[in-house]
Structure formats: C-alpha cells, structure tokens
C-alpha cells in the first residue's frame, strides 16, 4: 500500500508522481519508456497474477479481464496495447492500482521505478508529434535527470472504455433566474468546451482558461479594474470552477490564492475534479474550497453553482 502522508499539502503548487516503464520491443530490441501519474490516484502497486490475457467480445484489446484484490473484483487494463506498444513480456510484471472519480482499475506495467515530488510549472505541455497521436492520453512530459516520463491521461482512457460515464445524468437542466458569471479553469479543451456549453445553457455568462496560472493572472487583473472603477469583484464575477490537475498552477493552489485574497475571497470557488475522492477531500478543505465535486456528477455540476452562487448573496 502507498503511504498517504507522502501526499502533499495543498496549495504548494507541487505534486508527486509515481513513475513506471514499460519495456519496449517495437524497434526490434527492447527500451524501456517512462510513464507517470498523480500518486493522489494511486491506491497501490501488487504483483501481476498469471494468466490474464483479453479475452473474445472484450471492450477493448486493451482489457484483460478482472483479477480478485482482498474484497474487490479489480478489472484490469494493458496499458502497453492502449498505448500501441509492443511489450516484452517479463515473468515478473506490475499492476498499478488506481481510484479515478471513485473508480478502481488496476493498470498492468513493466514495472514502477520510484515516486518523484515535482512542481506544476515543471509539467510541460505534449509536443506537435505526442500531441498529433492517434491514441493520445498524454498530458505532459516530466524532465527527470536524462530521461523524460510521459504523463498518461488514465482518466481519458477510462471514459473512451466506458463512454456512457460522462453521459450520466438524472435529466435535471439548472437555469439561473439571472444573468451569472463564471470563471472556468481546465487544461483540456475538450473539458473547456463541455463546461462551457452547459454553462452557457444554464445561462451563465463565461470566462475560459486553461491553466490555474493564466486565471490567477486574468482574476488579478479584473479585481484591479473592478477597484479603479469603484466596483467590487463580485460584480464582475459570481463563482470559480476549477480543475485541480493542470500545468504552471494547479487548482488548489489557485483556489488558496483566491481565498487569501483581500478583495477575491468573496468569491466562491468549486473544484471539479477526478481527483476528489473520500480520501482527498481534506486537501480541498484545506484550501477553503466551498464545494468539490467529481467529473462523474457533472451535470449537477450548474445546480451547484446556482445554489453556491445564491447561498453567497443571501449572507452579504
């Protein structure tokens, strides 16, 4: 098991990974390719039993069936034949147990090499070419001594597995009964453009970025020209949601800069993440976060602003 007290405070705009490898036949000798994860999503690293192998009408080619770990039955993914690499097989093999939106997968891996604490700004961005990939689920590349890991998107290929997950919903459609600002923070475009069209359908006016850095700097700028105006920030904007996982500065440093913000604090701040599981919930507490919630509530997600937005007002 993983010890918990590696995981960092919240709001120190670092974060740990664990890295693993995969040995690569693909060019005729075998590399060794370095991946990595938010340990936050890691619940363990056990043994590989024998025997699993992807059986016929199974999801994907990817999926090797389901293994029992103490009471649960784990359902585990070949991460070399989601990724399009040829593995060469080991006697001894890994799988990386993880909880994503309250969901536990067991990832099969070469093998893991060591956790790496690291800061958000050191996360860079997929060049052209990682970018351009068929399959592409990595979200940024990690520099560490001579080698780079790749960080894999498991929440990505979790949802393209099961494709119905995003599309949960208890048909309810939140509308504001005025006109309503939101801030909107997530390194994915295609999260942005989700997020934004349902916000805008609940009536929401919308301001986009795309890291936690670039709305820090956006939401300074706004409290600044709100004060030369002679206005408050909250007429400006009514309430933040904000990813946690994204580069140059994640969601819970960003939120703990909002709330230790003379004029912002008035601000509410959802989280809305994979990462928020029973478990995590404390770090956003930590940084007075007033609602966190999974990607697999996201449609209560508008419901939650409105009322957030409305609790705010009735208290000034």
């Not at 475009?189 to 890291?211: H, I, K, P, Q, T």
């Not at 819970?252 to 990462?275: M, Q, R």
Request: glycine content about 8%.
């Amino acid at each position: 098991m993983l010890d918990n007290d590696i995981l960092l405070d919240a709001g120190t705009n670092e974060f740990e990974i664990i890295e693993f490898f995969i040995d690569d036949l693909g060019s005729g000798s075998a590399n060794r390719d370095y991946f990595g994860i938010n340990v936050a999503k890691v619940l363990e690293v056990v043994e590989a039993p024998s025997g699993l192998e992807a059986g016929e009408g199974a999801p994907h080619p990817s999926y090797l069936g389901t293994m029992s770990l103490r009471d649960i039955i784990l359902p585990v993914i070949d991460l070399s034949v989601w990724l399009g690499i040829e593995r060469k097989e080991s006697e001894f093999e890994l799988i990386v147990v993880t909880e994503i939106n309250n969901v536990i997968t067991g990832f099969l891996v070469t093998g893991v090499t060591q956790i790496h604490r690291i800061g958000w700004a050191d996360l860079k961005t997929p060049n052209k070419y990682i970018a351009d990939m068929e399959t592409n689920c990595i979200t940024g590349t990690v520099q560490m001594d001579e080698r780079f890991i790749l960080m894999i998107d498991l929440e990505r290929i979790l949802g393209e597995l099961d494709p119905e997950m995003a599309e949960r919903s208890d048909g309810t459609v939140y509308t504001t009964q005025e006109k309503f600002t939101a801030v909107l923070v997530d390194d994915s475009a295609s999260v942005r453009a989700l997020l934004n069209r349902n916000f805008e359908a609940a009536g929401f006016d919308v301001l986009l970025y795309s890291n936690g850095l670039e709305a820090w700097e956006g939401l300074q700028g706004m409290h600044s020209k709100a004060q030369e105006q002679g206005r408050a920030i909250t007429d400006v904007i009514d309430i933040i949601v904000s990813d946690i996982e994204m580069p140059q500065m994640d969601g819970y440093t960003l939120t703990k800069n909002v709330k230790d913000h003379a004029g912002l604090s008035k601000l509410p701040v959802i989280l809305f993440s994979s990462l928020i599981t029973k478990g995590l919930y404390h770090k956003g507490e930590a940084v007075k976060a007033d609602d966190q919630i999974t990607k697999p509530e996201f449609n209560e997600l508008t419901g939650r602003a409105i009322a957030l937005i409305e609790k705010y007002r009735a208290e000034q």
